[in-house]
């Protein structure tokens, strides 16, 4: 089924991000967010990024025009009804997105794609109850949208497997790398990466080897770009104490994903990495 | 340096073997065999071994070395599947033993760690770390626990994956490609369990969760099965992954 239009909702850092990705492959975007200052930040991003990208030679500034324009800040929802595809890439807040979904099966056509972009809330929670749910499914971006290639095609316990294939595809022909994962806690990445931050700080705190040294041995032994406590300290440790906490919850208090007391003591000093100067190294020198 | 001075014995049956059995012999050492150790008892001034999974093997291995070895040439053991502390207690001499554990390929480790025993005597230590660097490889010294610190924290990414993979929530081809394009990992975890050998894996998670009793460390049932199929990986042409039978050439 062709393409036409796309509907992006939430215009924050993903959301804009996923609106670039989408109008760069010529797709027509209209990008929801209810507050005018997100949207306005969204459009400073698009003209900021586009604009490198001519002064780089990747594009002309024609089709930096062209692609600016394809991307319609909106503000009501009604205008998503002729969306094929719809992406919702608002906070993770489950009361929030089961609104969002239920609005959107009354809008949009019951043959229209609807896609969630979130890395911790259950697929089939979202979609419960609603109607036309076959066509509920994950679709979630890595951080950097416009840069990280990966998608994670998250089938639903009621999702179709034709709207797998959709999705697969549609993942395809933005030029991203699509895998297809069943709705379970962490989805593939959040959850498999877990051991690389949580038996680091547990090697830590059971005296074996220090932070540098860890890092040290994972990138020169291992061949990791960046060692444990270096990627915490870049990715926020409270992010990753909340992606680790959250898989715990959603497996029952799996033993394997148990959190770290040294990460949560960071994240309760306020020592959260890089954003605040301090995290497991010191940034402020 | 005399070729005396160069003599190693190297035994074991982990995958490691092969691969510092070829790395010794590029870096000047004459390698004997535990069964080549009687001819060689004056000679030999390091042994090393090397077993993993079976550990019943590797006890009677290191009494026969600590029996047969004088007492002044190091015993230099992988900590894998366990502690250094627990190898040097097997033997009469216990300050001579120390751990070390990496992984194969060994060309693409840059450093290899080493963990002394609690009985290591401090010269052992130096001697072991003096010995590792002579192979080109950076050390990092780090406290005796089971798979010190990069085989195990990947031998727990691996053991993530294969239960992913077992429960059917998503296909090993799709978990690879995942944690490489996702998270830039230098190889997806299945596809790296089937070069390292899911023998010296499983081996270090069942080692884990024998002696921190933690349910944390429970091997993926689909791990151990495939252990105990001889389904380790490249090197039998299957694991995770089924590989091609190299064809062999008689020409």
Known sequence: MAVHSIGVIGAGTMGAGIALVCARKGHRVHLLDTNQDVLNKAQSYLLEVLSKDVQKGRISKQQKEQTYRLVVPVQDMALLKESDIVIEAVPERLELKKSIFASLTEVCRSDSLLLTNTSSLSITEIAGGLTHAERILGFHFFNPAPVMPLVEVVRGKQSSEQNVTRAYQFARDLGKVPVVVADTPGFIVNRVARPYYNEALRILGDGIAEVDQIDRIMTLAGGFKMG????????GIDINFATTESVYTNFFHEGRFKPSRIQQRMVQAGKLGRKTGEGFYDYSK | MTTASKTVLLTGTSPLYSELLQLLKEKGYRVVSLAEMAENRTEIRFAVEVTNLDLELKKAAIRELDGKLPANVPILTTSLAITATEVASWTQCPARVCGFGTL?????????EIAPALQTAPSVLEQAEAFLQSMGKQTEVVVDEIGLVFPRILSLIINEAAFTVMERTATAQDIDTAMKKGTNYPYGPLEW????????????????????????YRPAPLLRKLVLAGRVGKRSNQGFYQYEPKEVSYR
């Open chain 1, 228 to 235: 444990p406590f270096e990627l915490q300290d870049m990715i």
């Open chain 2, 104 to 112: 194969v390929p060994l060309a693409e480790r840059e450093l290899i």
């Open chain 2, 193 to 216: 369990a089937d070069q390292i050998g899911l023998d010296d894996v499983y081996a270090i998670i069942r080692g884990l969760h024998r002696d921190l009793g933690e349910e944390r």
